[in-house]
């Protein structure tokens, strides 16, 4: 199936068992704003306290903190935030349609690439065994030619965005005759910048309202908290500060469901370390954090790094790690050593002395900040579409199951009574109320077994028990597996610790 089809089914399958729905669907919806349903919530809820506690559990040098979406307007003038969180818009005058200028030519450099691979695999299918890729790719005129374009639209592009150059930005978008997709016309304006942050009105005085923002990040709610949490907490260099919440970006291209949303939320931690020190602890943390993903075990192949050659101005070393999505390798967590620049420029903008004296030598400094920032909803959308699967049973039957890490699965238990009589859904509920303080399980006694099966298999549900007459008797049930979609009996006794071993998070914690 085209992975372009399996996105969609995905989509569709997120709406219809409760994961995520289009916020304000009654009414429509609202662009690139979500709701997560019954089973999309604690999926999230698992996948946050994964990073919590793997953050604030395993290092005890690591402390949480949860700070106010408002912040001081100022916070944002020195963050940055206010003259350079901006993204280059151009218009076509024929549809009225905007885009961003650097995605129309980040599209047109993806549709070489394609051009590109299609060529290469014909060749493959051609040659088979003895194909030879990279002599192909250097001396196949037709690929050398889409390289050469490539290669020099791409380095003109990468020289305009670090210039800030908006002229030739829109010189490319016209040499390279790229054209709007819904008029078919080449008829753009300028370039403008576009500042993505929501601003909105705080109280109201006889000097007017105070102009605030949602916040764009939650990084900076750690940054100006650095003092009172170093000071209260008596932490001492090297420490973390993580936090979870939410964050808001008036994004212009706004595509692929839930990777690129205007509200979406973040699990960030700054570390602060010794200046000097600073690109050590980022390639501790650039492992850790790969570690914390491949330990869900969906296959390393699925992640890579992506190392920055553009830097942002305030940061010495940045990478990302992308993961597998249906519509290919994309940014799901950031990694950057991000210098003293955050911490120094607070200090400049409120006046306010913010350093770290060190006992061990015996002065102060600004310390120096390594940030690892994952996106909830784009972790989310990771583990969705690596999870979901369609199977063709024996029999040619299919089933569509979400191979859920255990730990992460909303519902870990399915109790199901065989038939609505007989005592069985008594004995059920009996079941249910001694394992409901230990997981998250689900009562069903509506259609055929089955079809329940199904309907847990569908949600990602690792373990569904059938209580039936012979329960009665014998104190067993049939436990069901999900992946292997094997059965067997077992006392009711011990449930709790054949279920236990396999959906704790403990376990995926320890093998971090
Ligand atoms: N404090 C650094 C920072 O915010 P970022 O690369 O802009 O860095 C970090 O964002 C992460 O937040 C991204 O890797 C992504 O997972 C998530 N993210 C950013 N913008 C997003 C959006 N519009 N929708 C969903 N997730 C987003």
Redesign the pocket.
Known sequence: MAQEDVFKKLVSHCKEYGFVFPSSEIYDGLG?VYDYGQMGVELKNNIKKYWWDSMVLLNDNVVGIDSAIFMHPTIWKASGHVDAFNDPLIDNRDSKKRYRADVLIEDFLAKIDDKINKEVEKAHKKFGESFDEAQFRATNARVVEYQANRDTVHTRFAKALNDGNLEDLREIIVDCEIVCPISGTRNWTEVRQFNLMFATEMGSTADGALKVYLR????QGIFVNFLNVQKTGRMKIPFGIAQIGK?F?N?IV?RQF?????E???M?MQFFVRPGEELEWFKQWKATRMRWHKALGFGDHKYRFHDHDKLAHYANAAT?IEFEMPFGFK????I?SRTDFDLSSHEKFSGKKVQYFDPELNKSYTPYVI?T???????FLSVMSASYQEETLEGGETRVVLNLPPALAPIKLAILPLLKKDGLPEKAREIMDELKFEFKCQYDEKDSIGKRYRRQDAIGTPFCVTVDHQTLEDGQVTIRHRDTMQQERVAIGELKEIISTKVSLKALLKSL
Do not use: L, N, Y
């Open positions: 690139a764009p990040e939650t990084a964050a970006r994004e706004a839930i990777f690129r949303m205007r979406f939320e973040q960030e990302d940014e799901v967590e950031g950057h940030e920032s994952i996106g909830v909803d784009r972790m």
